[in-house]
Every structure is written in C-alpha cells, then in structure tokens.
C-alpha cells in the first residue's frame, strides 16, 4: 500500500513568518493529496487539496504544491498567526483504491 | 445534514469489559473507517469498509470488529478492553479520492 512521510513532526514559527511542511508518498498512482488541521481536542477537518493534474493550489494564506516527480507535497502557510497552531495531517489516495493514506502529522506552535 | 455522529463522546471502561462505538452518516458515502488515535500521534487505521457487507483490516484491527449492515451504520465492537485500547477514536466517511469527514472522536480510557 502506500507510505506517507511528513516532516518535520514538530515547527515553532513567530507569528507572522511562514510554515512550510513537507510530505512524500510512494505510490506513483496516488493522485489525491488532502491536508487536514486537527485542533486540540477536536477532529480533524480538511483545509486544502489539490490533485495530481495541478502543481500549485491557493486559498487565501495557505498553499499546497505538488511535485509528482519527485512524488511529494508540501503546504505552505503565510504570515501566521496564533490561531494556526495546530496538528496538520497530509495524506495521500487514488481513484479506485480503498484507504486514505495519513502522514504522522505536524505540531504546529505560532508564537505571538 | 448532521455529518459523521459518534456516539459516546466519552467512556471509561474496566479492563474485561465490551462496549460499541457508535459512527452514523448522513452523507451516503460508501467508505467509511475507523481511526484510533494515541496521545501526541497520528491516526492508525483500524478497519474499514467500502459499502454496506463489505470490511476490512486496517493496521492495528487486533482486539476490534466492525459491522456494515446499512450505509449509513459502521459500528466498532471492543471485546475485553485492554488499558492499550486507551485512545480517542475517530469515525470518518467519504467517497473514492475525496475529502475525507470525521466524526466528534471518542475519548476512551480503560482502567
């Protein structure tokens, strides 16, 4: 099956700076890539996709983009702020498969 | 339309015991999992389904069953809770390389 890695497992920023984390996957058919925000003590809830036929995708102060030759992703979050301190998922799937495919998840702390 | 409900929010459980995790959505999704989640981690698959009479494994299923008789329905059975099934369980749902939905999350503590 597939094999998501996320890096790094823990990233402190000050409020204002950017965030980049960074995932890959192992299976080249893979050609869907959520990212999901899972806040303390709550579930997590989907913030950005993007799929295998796009490079680059945006949504106000966060981005994701994709490298599908090099097979990983990252997303980027501009000029922090507190309330993006959170745990991000990445995760990875394809049409026709079963499973949704997790990475270990990021700790996000911004510091005011 | 109400999502993903899980039911109970919280439990405590005495080692031996059995309970049901209740995950009912109201989406019509054909896949459905269940998540277990430790402290600090991320989220290990327990089993899933992809329609109503179809399960299967995830990577930890040892020590749980899982039924799918409606689609809206995918309960999760412990059978003799042990102190290592101590966890927040999610129930999710979602269609074929889509967003994924969760649930509220069970909070389950064995003593």
């Known amino acids: 099956g597939e094999n998501v890695e996320q890096h790094p497992s823990t990233l402190s920023v000050q409020e204002g700076d950017s965030a980049v984390i960074k995932c890959t996957y192992s299976?080249?058919?893979?050609?869907?890539f959520p990212w999901y925000k899972q806040e303390l003590g709550k579930r997590p809830q989907l913030i950005i996709d993007i799929r295998s036929n796009v490079g680059e995708k945006k949504d106000q102060r966060i981005a994701v983009t994709l490298n599908k030759t090099a097979k990983h992703f990252s997303l980027h979050i501009t000029e922090t702020q507190p309330e993006d301190s959170a745990v991000y998922f990445c995760a990875a799937s394809k049409t026709g498969a079963n499973n949704l495919f997790f990475g270990t998840g990021t700790r996000l702390t911004v510091i005011p | 339309n109400a999502g993903v409900t899980q039911t109970p929010k919280f439990r405590i459980l005495k080692i031996g015991q059995s309970m049901t995790l209740q995950c009912t959505q109201d989406m019509n999704h054909n896949y459905m999992y269940w998540y277990r989640q430790d402290p600090g981690m991320g989220l290990k698959l327990i089993y899933y389904s992809v329609g109503a009479g179809i399960t299967d494994k995830g990577e930890v299923p040892n020590g749980y069953n899982v039924s799918r008789s409606t689609t809206e329905d995918f309960p999760l059975r412990l059978e003799l809770a042990a102190p290592s099934q101590t966890s927040v369980y999610f129930c999710a749902s979602t269609t074929r390389a889509s967003e994924a939905f969760f649930g509220q999350g069970t909070r389950l503590t064995v003593v």
């Open positions: 299976d080249s058919a893979s050609n869907y």
